[in-house]
């Protein structure tokens, strides 16, 4: 499966969204993505590697926002 899921400092008409405040993290300030692979349930494997695919972060400039649907 694959999802998109936006952070930004304004949520306004977008879905899947989480906004970041001034708070949390301070204009101009470092924001660190993680994101992993969990094991499968019942067992003590991961996935596969070779089945799963690598995440992808898009940076947007927020001149444009996307359509929300």
């Known amino acids: 499966m694959l999802y998109v899921h ?3 400092r ?3 008409g977008l879905s899947n ?3 970041v ?3 949390m ?3 101009g300030g470092t924001i660190k ?3 992993r692979n969990y094991i499968v ?3 003590m494997r991961g996935a596969s590697p070779e089945l799963v695919l690598n995440p992808v972060v898009v940076v947007l400039d927020g ?3 996307p359509k929300s649907e």
Do not use: H, N, W
């Open 25 to 27: 993290i301070p204009r």
């Open 41 to 43: 349930p019942g067992t």
């Open 21 to 23: 405040t001034e708070e």
């Open 10 to 12: 304004d949520c306004s």
């Open 17 to 19: 969204c989480m906004t």
């Open 6 to 8: 936006y952070l930004a």
């Open 63 to 65: 001149m444009a926002r």
């Open 33 to 35: 993505m993680l994101q």
